[in-house]
């Protein structure tokens, strides 16, 4: 059964970075995909960006798409890091990483496998 931990959350002012962290393990598929995800109180789940076990990342999700947050993986470590920068305060959320078998994707429907989350908190 894969287990995901998240880290790194916290408080930042806008405009400004934090990296997040997700320790991962369990899995033992041989193709998997990890991704990011954030959700405030209210609204849908929503992809940020996602990694498989290849290094390969996707181009959909509405961070990749802005340039704003980066996915990258250290295999041996079993992690996988989001950077997130210049965050504003619409930003602010729980943050999740979540994994999958099989090919990248971002519909969180499709992820069984969750963290607990973070929280980030942008203001001034």
């Known amino acids: 059964q894969p287990h995901l931990v998240e880290s790194g959350g916290g408080s930042v002012q806008p405009g400004g970075s934090l990296r997040l962290t997700c320790v991962f393990t369990?899995?033992?598929?041989?193709?998997?995909?990890l991704a990011w995800f954030r959700q405030v109180p209210g609204k849908e789940r929503e992809g940020l960006v996602a990694?498989?076990?290849?290094?390969?990342?996707?181009?959909t999700g509405s961070g990749s798409t802005k340039g704003q947050f980066t996915i990258s993986r250290d295999g041996a470590k079993n992690t996988v890091y989001l950077q997130m920068d210049y965050l504003e305060p619409e930003d602010s959320a729980m943050y999740y990483c979540?994994?999958?078998?099989?090919?990248?994707?971002?519909?969180?429907?499709?992820?069984?496998?969750w963290g607990q989350g973070t929280q980030v908190t942008v203001s001034s």
């Open positions: 369990g899995l033992t598929y041989s193709r998997y995909c």
């Open positions: 990694i498989d076990n290849d290094g390969s990342t996707s181009t």
């Open positions: 979540a994994a999958k078998e099989g090919y990248l994707g971002l519909q969180y429907r499709l992820f069984p496998y």
